[in-house]
């Protein structure tokens, strides 16, 4: 018999785990049998029974009843099995418990192993199994502790561990262990330490879905979002639109005194975002990707899928942008090569070809 005690503790690990109880039993079932083999031989035919209620675990070796015996670990003669029980013949199969007392330190070390490894691979595959499926999901997190430039974080209620690389994270953010904040699921994989989840707050769908955890227009799918590019710490684009011809898509994502908006903004620590209106015609949506920056001209070649925007002179830095930010972000969000040009450069070229 072993102790409630025991018992309660084996409870309380399987709970906090989240292994699946089966799982876990037979986790506890094979490494005793391991550690029996171990002792004993390991021919041997071993039967684990395992009690939750009762408080019991209990070993059974299983012998075939023979006239001559030739494998001592799977075989017994028939008069050492009348001994032991009574009225057995020849071909039955002799079941004797064993008392779990006589398992050596060895033995009961090697069960801890077994053990140990298959609760290490089930919860390699729980993660794994658990995490896939919230791939490009958002998620609360804590940060429980930061090594070098690389951050860890304990998410929601099953507090899978996941790991913030230099390139996830948002420039000039500093956290700090405690720190609460939303991460994106960017990779799950396994290793041969087990599953590592990646976590991203510089990806673009991590701005994605923190408008939809702002915005219900965007989860009900009334306002929707059609490009996003996005130099985290800096700078957002995000084109948005709406069939609903009674609602306006970028009101919507700002919110009534730009509520919802600064919320984002707040959680990105001071990023930028400009939200713009999409439009299939590239003559007028690269202008509004283009924006604070006014535009005077387009000029288009479909084939190169190029895009020559005209601004005035004054508005050329601004369209560019600071190390040309602005007009990268915009040819990214659009999909198009945009070359600015400034109003007066190309008066010039058109009077020297006339």
């Not at 730009?258 to 975002?273: A, D, M, P, Q, Y």
């Amino acid at each position: 018999m072993i102790s409630k005690d025991f018992f309660a503790a084996l409870k309380e690990l399987q709970e906090t785990s989240h292994i699946n109880p089966e799982l876990f039993l037979d986790s506890l079932k094979a490494g005793i049998v391991s550690a029996y083999k171990k002792e004993y031989g390991e021919t041997r035919n071993v039967n684990v029974v395992i009690d939750q209620d009762k408080c019991s675990i209990k070993i059974f070796v299983y012998r075939t009843v023979v006239g001559e015996v030739v494998d001592e670990d799977a075989e017994v003669s028939l008069d050492e099995a009348r001994e032991i029980k009574k009225g057995v013949k020849l071909g039955d199969v002799l079941s004797e418990e064993v008392d779990t007392k006589d398992l050596s330190r060895i033995a009961a070390q090697t069960a801890k192993q077994v053990i140990l490894q298959r609760l290490n691979d089930a919860k390699r595959d729980y993660v794994y199994n658990e995490m896939s499926n919230k791939e490009g999901e958002l998620l609360n997190a804590t940060v429980i502790r930061i090594e070098g430039n690389n951050i860890y974080v304990e998410m929601g209620a099953s507090q899978m561990e996941g790991v913030l690389l230099p390139n996830d994270q948002i420039y000039n953010e500093k956290l700090k262990v405690n720190d609460m904040i939303k991460v994106y699921i960017k990779k799950v994989r396994t290793t041969s330490r087990g599953a590592q989840v990646t976590v991203s707050r510089s990806a673009a769908g991590f701005v994605k879905r923190m408008f939809e955890l702002e915005v219900p227009e965007i989860r009900n799918g009334l306002v929707q979002i059609k490009a996003i590019a996005r130099e985290a710490g800096y700078r957002t684009k995000i084109a948005v639109s709406s069939d609903n011809m009674d609602i306006d898509a970028i009101g919507a994502c700002v919110g009534q005194n730009g509520t919802r908006i600064n919320s984002i903004v707040s959680e990105l620590n001071g990023e930028k975002i400009d939200v713009i209106h999409y439009s299939d015609d590239p003559k007028e949506f690269i202008p509004r990707a283009l924006a604070p920056a006014k535009v005077e001209m387009v000029n288009i070649d479909e084939d190169e899928k190029k895009a020559r925007v005209v601004v005035p002179d004054d508005k050329l830095s601004l369209a560019i942008g600071k190390e040309g930010q602005n007009v990268r972000l915009a040819a990214r969000l659009t999909g198009w090569k945009i070359d600015v040009k400034p109003l007066s450069k190309v008066m010039n070229e058109d009077t020297v070809e006339e």
